[in-house]
């Protein structure tokens, strides 16, 4: 009677959450609309199902959930510090932050001020490839990957295949109920052989709930 729905028990698990913040300056930064209530949602139940939770997470937690430790980062190579320095020791990576592509090469170590000379140019650089690194591990754990895609998912089967995923979870943001900041989600699950299964509209605990059974029946 006590187990009961502590089927993740004995399990160690890394989930991000959040989008990453590159700063331009000390005032400014490149992000995104990520919320981090899915990477929450994931935390947070596999905690309640007994899992040992790392959440690195870029947006404050604000359940207070036992089980879950939380690692607060802003930037990309912040959270691929955060996440490769855990990973070895962990049975599964779940990658639900919104992680940025890009960041400024120089930021300035102050406000950039308007100008008469014109409007300054920022140049970019590639950030850390979170996902990749852990999936190019000798010994890696099971790696679950995110898509935030607008419109067609054919880009996520190809990421799922490229990236060499266990699962990648696939959602349409321009859908209505499954954009940044909402509480549903309506995604397609693609696994590493590239068949698919697409999940109705739905809570995202509920989302995260379907995701962990998944997770389960993997590590089985």
Same mark, same amino acid.
């Given at each position: ?74 930037? &990309?190579? #912040?959270?691929?510090? !955060? ?5 070895? %020791?962990?049975?599964? *990576? @779940?990658?639900? +932050? =919104? ?26 650089? &590639?950030? #850390?490839?979170?996902? !990749? ?5 000798? %010994?890696?754990?099971? *790696? @679950?990957?995110? +898509? =935030? ?72």
């Amino acid at each position: 009677v006590l187990a009961a729905g502590r089927d993740l028990a004995g399990l160690s698990m890394i989930v991000t959450a959040g989008g990453t913040r590159e700063p331009i300056d000390p005032v400014r930064y490149i992000g995104n609309h990520s919320s981090g209530k899915m990477g929450f949602a994931i935390a947070s139940a596999a905690a309640r199902r007994g899992a040992a939770v790392t959440l690195v997470s870029t947006v404050p937690y604000l359940a207070d959930e036992p089980g879950v430790d939380v690692v607060e980062v802003d930037t &990309a190579g #912040e959270m691929a510090r !955060a996440v490769w320095g855990r990973a070895a %020791e962990s049975d599964v *990576v @779940v990658m639900a +932050a =919104a992680v940025a592509d890009f960041r400024p090469v120089n930021p300035a170590d102050h406000k950039i001020k308007r100008s008469r000379d014109g409007i300054p140019t920022v140049e970019f650089e &590639a950030t #850390e490839d979170v996902l !990749a690194g852990v999936v190019a591990m000798e %010994e890696r754990p099971i *790696v @679950v990957g995110f +898509a =935030a895609e607008a419109g067609d998912l054919e880009d996520a089967e190809r990421k799922a295949k490229d990236k060499g995923v266990d699962l990648l979870v696939a959602n349409d943001i321009a859908r209505p109920g499954s954009g940044f900041g909402s509480d549903t989600n309506e995604v397609t699950v693609i696994d590493a052989d590239g068949s698919s299964e697409s999940w109705e509209l739905m809570p995202k605990d509920e989302v995260a709930d379907k995701l962990l059974d998944r997770i389960r029946d993997l590590n089985a």
